[in-house]
């Protein structure tokens, strides 16, 4: 790719506006709204008091709500003749959206089959599970193989599936090759690369805390 170019089908899609901002606040105030409302009906206990874990529940709404407007965004613009997702970040929106739609089945499924017959709840969850697993692997191998425009990045996304551990530093070179190509891409493509990154640090975090706290 040439110094400068645009990724195919980015130059037309709009840059962050101030009514983008308004619907993604508003949809991360509706998710941790009922996020916790869930948890007091699950746990039928007391509010959560550990500021670690509401400052953690604000951060995760505030992305989930973030991936899942600019994934609805970038339908709209596809209905408007716009070309959405090509980037590599745009795909992990896709992914995360995926993701939170399969969790969302995954409790509402579960719930139904409380209903239905108990034992089967965790068959359900587990078959489930591995589903939403494979079909992971198999958008990021596509993804990998199919839709980067770079060899940077199609290493990036590849390692998600084979070596994980190896992320931040694949991420990293593919970000650096960007930025020494000049390539241009849109705020949509950051945004899913910077929620992979705090999705991350979020989890090592938790594990750290758990392990030696």
């Not at 916790?36 to 529940?57: A, E, F, W």
């Not at 899942?68 to 590599?88: H, K, M």
């Not at 070179?173 to 000049?182: G, H, I, K, L, Q």
């Amino acid at each position: 790719m040439h110094k400068s170019q645009q990724p195919t089908g980015t130059a037309d899609l709009p840059p962050l506006r101030i009514h983008h901002l308004m619907i993604w606040m508003a949809a991360t105030a509706v998710l941790i709204t009922a996020c916790i409302s869930v948890d007091r009906v699950v746990r039928n206990g007391p509010p959560i008091t550990d500021p670690v874990n509401v400052i953690s529940l604000i951060i995760l709404a505030i992305g989930v709500s973030g991936a899942l407007c600019c994934v609805g965004w970038g339908f709209y613009w596809r209905s408007q003749g716009r070309v959405f997702p090509v980037e590599p970040g745009q795909w992990l929106l896709v992914e995360i959206a995926a993701i939170v739609c399969g969790l969302l089945t995954w409790v509402a499924g579960s719930f139904v089959f409380l209903w239905i017959e108990e034992d089967l709840i965790q068959t359900f969850q587990s078959a489930w599970g591995v589903l939403i697993g494979v079909s992971l692997v198999g958008l990021n191998i596509f993804v990998g193989l199919k839709r980067c425009d770079t060899r940077a990045w199609q290493i990036a996304i590849l390692s998600l599936v084979a070596i994980p551990i190896i992320v931040p530093f694949t991420l990293a070179w593919a970000v650096w090759n960007d930025r020494r190509c000049r390539i241009q891409r849109h705020w949509t493509h950051w945004f899913g690369v910077s929620f992979l990154v705090m999705w991350m640090l979020f989890w090592s975090a938790f594990v750290i805390r758990d392990e030696y706290f």
